[in-house]
Structures are given as C-alpha cells and as structure tokens.
C-alpha cells in the first residue's frame, strides 16, 4: 500500500490497520479511511459498473456527489464507497456487473452501440408482441437496477429512530460559512444545530490547505454551544421541517430560521468518454491526496474553466502528481492562479479544451483542442476535470427561494429568498475564503436578530457587513461558460452518470418531441439518479437551451424535489412499531391453546381450538372469557349523571346505587357511536363500560362535551389498569359462590346488580349482566391479579364444566341472543331503530340529549332498514323476494343448529322469519 | 403537512401529538328545524383563511382546547382552553 508522506490534515491513522474485504479479496485500509480511499491506495480503479451499459467507473467526486463509486456494504445495496468509512471485517461487494467486476457480459451492450438503445428503447423495442412482454420485463428487470437486496426481510431489518429537535436557528452545510454563521447565532444566544454531510465540519477547507482554520472555526462554534451533526446530510425542506439522516437517527429538526450554507458543486465537463476511471473532479483529487494521503495518480492532465482547477493542479503537484497539461478553457484572464501558475512553472493552454478521454479500463491518453496548437494527444492516468461551480440551490429552493439564471458564471443562481430563510456562502455567491466567512456571520446574526436577539451593535455589524457583501459580489467572475454540446469525438459523452443518458440520448429526446426540460427528465430519466442532478442539471439544461434554440432561463431548471440526498428507506420509516395491547391473562390464553388473533390493537383469543363446542359448554354448562378488553371509564363528581343524561338517549341520573343499564351512545345525527353497561356506584361515581375497539373514541368523546359544557365531573380511563373476566352459563352462580362470600343468589344478586366484593381474593366489581345470553357475572379487577383471577376461576369451575371460550363463540352467542356489536352489526349509518333497540330511545326525557332531534325525527317513520333475526332453512334464507338483502353477518351454524344472523332487510320488508328463539323473554338469564 | 401545536398546558409539540376535532361548531341551544339541524350535523365551512378548531392532546394531557389556525398557511395564532 503506497500512500504519500504524512501531512498536516490528513485524517488517516497509520498507526491502525482495518482489514475488510473487497469482493472476497482482502484488503487493508486505515482508520480513517473511506472504503474508496482504501481500495484506490491498494491500487484498484475501477469500483462499479454503470446502470444501463455496464460501463466500468471509478472515484470521482470522493465526497457522495456522484454515482460513480457505489457497492454494496454487508449486504446493503447502493452505499457510495467514497464517504463510507472503513470498518473491520466489513464485507463490499461491486454492484451491477457479472460474473465479475473486471470482466463483464453485460457490457456488450455498450459495444453493441447505441442504436438498440436510445432512451425509452424498451418501450420501443420489446412492445411487440405485446404478450411477451412479461418476458421481457423479466429479463429487463435482471439486467436493469443496481444492487441486490437481500431474499429474506430478517436480513434487512434494521434499527432507526426519530428524534425531535426544535431548535432556533439550523444551519445547513458545515464549511466556512456555516461554521461562521452557527458561531455567530450561537453566540448572540441563540440555540444552534448544525448537520454537515461530511465526517467532520470544515468543507472544502479540509483538502484544501484550510484544515487548520476549519479545525478553529469548529472548535469555535462547539465551544459557542452548537449541536453539530456530522455524517448528517439534510434530506429536504417542508414546511418548517428539515429532516437530517445521521446513520440510524433521523433528526426531524424544525428550526424558527434555517441558514443554508450548502456551497456549490463541481460540475464535470462534456467529452467522449468523460466517466472513465482515472476522469476525476478537482474537489475529489485534492480530497484523496490531503485527507488520506493517497495520490490520485501519477501523471494528469488537468482541464479547467476556472480557478479552482488551476489552484488544484499546484496542490496536485505538491502532492507528487506530474502535471502533464493544463488546459483552460478561457482564452484571457489574470486571476491570482495563473500567476501561481506561472510561478511554479507550470505551463496554462489557455483557450483549450477536452475533446476526448481514451483507454479501455481506465484513461490512458486525452485529445485537447486548443486554440492556439489545434489538437494534441497526450498521455496521462489522471484527468482532472473542473467545470465549474454550480450553487447547490436544491434545498433552498423546496424552501421557497427562486433561481436565476447567473449569464456571467453559466449557472442558476440564488435570486430570491422567503423571509425565514437565510443562504450564506458559495451558494450564496460570496465563494472566496473571507467573503464565505463574512456571509455566513452576517447570516447567523440576521437569523439571531429576527428572533429577538443580539442588540444595536450586532446591528450595526451585520449592516456593515452586508454593505461590504455588496461591493465584493461586484467583483469580476473569472469563470468560462463551457459550451452545451460537446466538441466532436468518438465515443460516448456522458451528460448523465447514473442513468447512462448520453449527450445524443438528450438530443434524440428532444427530436421525438420531449421539448421541455421536464418532460425530456421523464422520457431519458436524466437527473433522477442517485446524484439528484448533482452531476446532470446544468449539462442537460445547456444542451435543451442548444436543441431548442432557447436561453437557459428560458429553459429553466427542473424542480428539486427531496430527497436531496440518497437515504435508505428504513431510515424514512423510523421504527417499526405495531403497538399491540395484551390482557393480564393473555399467557394463559396461549398455554391453554388459545388461537390469537388481532382485534383492533388488542391480541385476543379468537377461540380454543373447538369454538362450537366452547359455545356449547356456555349454554349447558358455563364459560368463562377474558374481556379485559373493554374500554372502562370512571365517571365521577357531583354532576356525573347530568353528564351521562346528555351523552345517552335513556336515562342514568335516576339509577339507583348498585345497579347496572345498558346504553347506547349515539351522535347528534342519531346514529350509533358505541354501547356498554353503565353502573352506579355510588351517588357521585358511575362505571362505565364501552365497547373494546371503542374505548378510546369514547373518552375522547365524553371529555370533549366536558370541555365544552363544563359540568362538574372528572373522567378517569382504567381500560388498562383494570383486568375483567364473564363467567357465563346454567352453573356459573354455583362456581361464583365458591369464590366469594357474597350471597350469588337469585333473589340478592339479581339481574342488573352491580356489586364490589373479593372474588378468590381479589378486590373486584362484580356486574350481573347477560353478555352472552346466559346468567353471567362480569368480573372487573385489578389487571395485575388476572392469571391468579383466571385460574382459581377456571379450577373452582372444573367439576362444573366450566370452559374457556373466545371470541369466535362470544359471536355465536350473542348472536343468538340478537345483542349487537357495535361496528360489526352497525355502521355509521345505523340507528338504535335501524338496530332494533327502540326501547333505549327514551324521548320523553325533558332534557336535551345528544342526537336527541334526529332521534325524535327517525322515531317518526319506519327505519329504512333494520337488524332482524331470522333462520334459514336447508341452507336458503327465506328472506322475501329481495335475495340480495345484504347479509350483515354470514350465517354460522351453532350448537343449537340453529342457523342465525342479525340481518338489514330493504324498507319494503323482506320477511323476517323469526327473532332469536332461545330464551325469547329472557328467563334464563334473569333467572 | 407538519406543524407545531401549542397545548395550553404542554407547550409546543408535533402536530402528530394530537386529535383534530374539526372546526369549532356550536350545538344549536334549542331544538333546531330540519335545516338547521342537518346544516348542524353535516355542512361545514372550511373557510380558506382563519378557522377556529377543536384539538385534543392525545398522546399528552389529553385536554380539548381551540386553536386558531389559518388552513392556507397552518400558522397557528393562538391557542386556549375553552
């Protein structure tokens, strides 16, 4: 492993090797390293192959901006070798290339030539015969896509979180001029978060001989007390929202002003063969060299339309690289870097270009045109390319700002800014070192002031330095706009990398009709890679500007839309969480063979293995269900019963301490919300049950016409801490009475009696309701005594019959008795007519009550349709002449071999056939 | 859509902390004509401006309280408990 003498800067450990592997091949790195940096220093070029033709690729950006280096990482697919750091024993793997990476079948569809595939070619080509195409699909599907996840969902679960962070001031990006402006926010007092995508704050500070200040300016900004976020690439702009991905979190920041200091990004230039290994941005070069101390190559060729690749090629030779050419393709200027340049003895072509890259596996030779020696070929393992800076705008403009057009540096530029947002730095215009760290103070100030802070001296400073701003920003660009199409040359040109798009695909594009920059996206799919338009927005532009004969204001630039950066799903979807709700009892359901399934959030028993014969044992002998289920609430104050008169169509305030009535709740439209029992327990305190998938609505419910007519009642909800258990059945009087000192007969337990006493110990409530039809006992404790409750129920029943059922049986049983389940026998259209329950209807209550008009106005006429019982005979119901009456819940055969169920005849009355015939009067279970 | 609620008695959190209850609709206090009654239970005005709603705290404190909020923009002016 060869790396450069050790610098200042460089952030690999030499002291501490990793080992991982590379496609099953060993290899060594240091801590500190990125993947990429590791394997380009043990000497590899190539680290996947493109999408569409199977084209080797390299390093180029070495900073996630371009497509270039991704591999799959222990298994995850798409991770950008060039950021993600090594770790021991990691296992990569290249993506998108069989049976090897060196040597590659698929690539024959780059030699073949581009005539089979232009853009939309298999909607073109694979069309006919229209009934193969599930054929096609198939082998388009394999050979298309990157990556491959693994087969089974275990392998690809992995762990990630939320997390919440309201913050005054975010700032976005974490070089010079977001340091500077979180510093400046912090320290005029405001709480700061910075989220930087790189391994550590400083930019391009970092590779460029700025590392020292970059250090000083982040230990400035921790010390001022900002949160800053690092490897944390914000994802987008919502309303007020920036999500931040940091590995497993993401950090749903909201920031009352966001500062976006997002900088620019190096833009690669047109020629054929410009995504060969070894074809590199200025920024990825000087990256490789100053932070791992890897040299980039041995002898390059350095093409540039500005400065920042004139000034790469003097750190470049510093780091040992042969400077072959410089090529710059304007033909005047006198900017610093020439004389630099000149200095150092390295020769500038001006008014010269790239016309072509050559090499099979990575570049070997370029062709330059200049205008001065026409064109020469020189040979070279290093081309780097620097076309300029565009202002990474994407987040800011889902934030709201607009971009123009900028003719005098060729790019889209910053034009309008809302009012909560803020942009400092390069992307901001203000590029050079003290204009970047100007902006970005000014910036932290104005967000900080418009949240209060800061006084009139701040003032004054930021103003000057606005002032100041404004003069430097009329300083000459010394930028050449490179041309929108390439110069002639064989082979492929590239205008976009991570779909393959090439310069002729655009151009093909606009020939078929796809004039417009957005519709040209969707036909070739340029910039809607994994580099988001990084790489192809501005290519593309100039060229649709060129084809169209438009201007590139004209043209315009796509909409950026998130994610800006690539992020795996799992981390968008936080953590999987299914919330499930158990009973108390729930483990003895299972080890007593229960069948669980869902019902609503709760696990319940859905039956035990015999539901016709649990239903059997209900009617004969007795069962026992868990029904801890139920929602429970307390009602409680001095005008509790006022309270629940004008909740329920009956009445409550006149129930009598120790008793129990059913009700119904229903809306101001007359129609079913929930049910349950109500108890009274004392003068000032009501126990009120609802349904189990209701509990929640109706607390809600209640506590929302509490907070509205403010009677004097305080509502406690104890679904959860309270268990309870119905013992239902011809025996269960005799199994209670061997639990409870409390006289369980007929006559001082009767019907509808609520009663407080210990069941096996256990402080219980006790309401005698008929659930299932049968004499039954609710008991309601507390949860944490249920197993206890379960099993001395079930022991003391045993030599009575006694059984277990769930909610399979409790369905035939009620069923039978026509007591309805509300949201299973009713819907949101339903009435207490429509659901056969006129008697709960009292409407000569004096007081007003909830739904109580519409009730007076559906007492008036036959419900259109109405819950009946009926029975069918040899499998048919006789069910009138309307045979399409809908079923509301299917027939099910039961122990009594009856078949039953509650049905909605139309308002011209199918013929209802009988009501429920067990137990017509209720004489059993008042009994 | 995500923004910040102020509970009256929690402070600012998450719009997904909460329940909507729909625009502030008061009951009629009398017994109401038909029309009365049906605009009452099934018209709403979803006026594109300032609404004044009903919010409850529901992974909080669970308490009802109205808010004003404008739907064009969901900048919430003001909260309080009824």
Known sequence: ?927 | VSYVLTCPNCGPREVTDFGFGGEVNPRPRSAPSQRELNTYNYFRKNVAGVQREWWFHRSGCGAWFLAERDTRTNDVLKTELP
């Not at chain 1, 595939?117 to 298309?144: C, D, M, N, Q, S």
């Not at chain 1, 930019?203 to 020292?212: K, S, V």
Request: aromatic share 6%.
């Open chain 1, 1 to 927: 492993v060869s790396r450069l003498p050790r610098r200042d800067g460089e952030r690999i450990d030499r002291e501490r090797e990793v080992f991982f592997t590379f496609d099953g091949k060993r290899v060594v790195g240091l801590e500190g390293d990125t993947i990429g940096s590791a394997l380009f220093a043990s000497g590899r070029r190539t680290f996947s192959r493109s999408f569409k033709y199977h084209r080797p690729r390299g390093l180029m950006c070495c900073a996630g901006q371009c497509p270039n280096c991704l591999v799959q990482v222990d298994g995850a697919p798409g991770v950008r070798a060039c950021t993600e750091p090594v770790r021991e024993g990691m296992k990569v793997v290249h993506m998108n290339a069989s049976p090897s990476l060196d040597f590659d079948v698929m690539r024959a569809t780059d030699k073949v030539g581009t005539a089979f595939t232009p853009p939309g070619f298999y909607y073109k080509t694979f069309i006919r015969p229209r009934r193969l195409w599930p054929l096609y699909e198939k082998v388009l599907r394999h050979a298309a896509g990157l990556g491959k996840l693994r087969k089974s969902q275990r392998e690809r679960e992995w762990r990630t979180e939320y997390r919440r962070r309201h913050t005054d001031v975010l700032v976005v990006g974490g070089g010079t001029a977001g340091l500077s402006a979180a510093i400046a926010a912090a320290e005029l007092g405001a709480d700061v978060v910075l989220c930087d995508e790189g391994a550590e704050p400083g930019g391009r500070l970092l590779a460029e001989g700025g590392h020292g200040h970059a250090r000083e300016l982040a230990a400035r900004a921790r010390e001022a007390g900002v949160e800053m976020l690092s490897n944390a690439p914000a994802l987008g702009a919502f309303d007020g929202l920036v999500p931040v991905w940091q590995g497993d979190t993401l950090h749903q920041v909201r920031a009352r002003r966001v500062v976006y200091a997002t900088g620019t990004i190096e833009q690669p230039l047109l020629f054929a063969g410009n995504d060969l290994p070894g074809v590199m941005l200025s920024g990825g070069a000087l990256r490789l060299a100053a932070l791992y101390a890897v040299r980039p190559g041995t002898r390059a060729v350095v093409a540039a339309v500005c400065d920042r690749g004139l000034e790469a090629a003097i750190a470049l030779r510093a780091a040992g690289v042969e400077i072959a050419a410089v090529a710059d393709m304007r033909a005047g200027g006198s900017s610093q870097a020439f004389k630099t340049l000149e200095r150092a003895s390295i020769g500038v072509m001006r008014g010269t270009r790239v016309v072509a890259a050559h090499g099979r596996m990575q570049i070997e030779r370029v062709t330059l045109d200049s205008d001065r020696f026409g064109e020469l070929q020189v040979a070279c393992d290093l081309l780097v390319v620097s076309g300029g800076s565009a202002p990474a705008t994407s987040l800011l403009s889902q934030a709201g700002a607009r971009t123009a057009y900028d003719e005098e540096r060729g790019v889209f530029a910053l034009a309008d800014l809302p009012e909560d947002v803020l942009a400092a730095g390069e992307v901001a215009g203000a590029g050079a070192l003290e204009d970047a760290e100007l902006s970005g103070r000014v910036a932290g100030a104005e967000a900080a002031h418009a949240l209060g802070m800061g006084d009139d001296r701040s003032r004054d400073r930021a103003e000057h330095g606005l002032e100041r701003l404004a003069q430097l920003a009329r300083r000459p660009a010394e930028v050449a706009v490179p041309p929108p199409a390439p110069p002639k040359g064989d082979g492929k040109c590239f205008a976009c990398l991570c779909e393959d798009v090439t310069v002729k695909d655009i151009h093909l594009s606009v020939a078929e009709g796809y004039d417009s920059i957005e519709l040209s996206k969707r036909y070739t799919t340029t910039t809607m890679g994994p580099c988001q338009g990084r790489m192809c927005q501005l290519p593309a532009v100039r060229q649709m500007a060129e084809e169209t004969g438009q201007t590139l204001a004209q043209v315009g630039t796509t909409t950026s839309r998130p994610p800006w950066h690539s992020v795996p799903m799992g981390a968008l979807a936080g953590r999987p969480f299914e919330p499930a709700k158990r009973s108390a009892i729930h483990g003895r359901h299972r080890e007593q063979g229960a069948t669980v399934m869902w019902a609503g959030d709760w696990r319940r028993a859905y039956d035990y293995g015999d539901p016709r014969g649990e239903a059997l044992a209900v009617h004969e002998a007795a069962g026992l269900i868990d029904v801890s289920t139920l929602g429970k609430l307390i009602v409680r104050g001095p005008d509790a019963g006022e309270l629940l008169d004008r909740l329920y169509p009956n009445r409550f305030s006149n129930l009598k301490p120790g008793r129990i009535r059913y009700g119904v709740i229903a809306s101001d439209a007359g129609r079913i919300v929930d049910d349950g029992t109500i108890c009274r327990l004392d003068d000032d305190t009501f126990y009120v049950t609802t349904t189990s998938s209701g509990a929640g609505a109706v607390y809600e419910w209640f506590s929302w016409w509490l907070a509205d007519w403010r009677l004097d009642v305080h509502l406690t909800d104890v679904t959860q801490g309270l268990g309870a258990v119905n013992l239902a059945g011809p025996r269960a009087r005799e199994i209670m009475g061997k639990l409870t000192e409390l006289d369980c007969s007929s006559e001082a337990f009767t019907y509808l009696d609520g009663k407080q006493a210990e069941v096996a110990g256990v402080p219980s409530l006790i309401l005698r309701i008929g659930f299932v039809g049968e004499v039954g006992y609710e008991i309601h404790f507390p949860a944490a005594h249920g197993e206890h409750l379960w099993d001395a129920l079930l022991e003391a029943g045993q030599e009575h019959g006694l059984r277990p059922f769930g909610l399979e049986p409790q369905r035939l049983l009620r069923l039978q008795k026509m007591h309805i389940l509300v949201g299973q026998d009713t819907d949101s259209e339903s009435t207490p007519f429509g659901a056969a329950m006129p008697w709960i209807v009292k409407l000569d209550k004096e007081d007003d009550f909830i739904g109580k008009w519409a009730l007076e106005r559906f007492a008036e006429e036959p419900p259109e349709t109405a819950l009946v019982g009926f029975t069918l005979t040899n499998g048919r119901a006789r069910t009138g002449r309307r045979k399409r009456d809908h079923l509301r819940q299917r027939p099910s055969p039961t122990c009594a071999s009856r078949n039953q169920a509650l049905l909605r005849p139309g308002r011209r009355g199918a013929a209802v056939v009988s009501l429920a015939e067990l137990d017509p009067h209720r004489e059993a279970l008042a009994s």
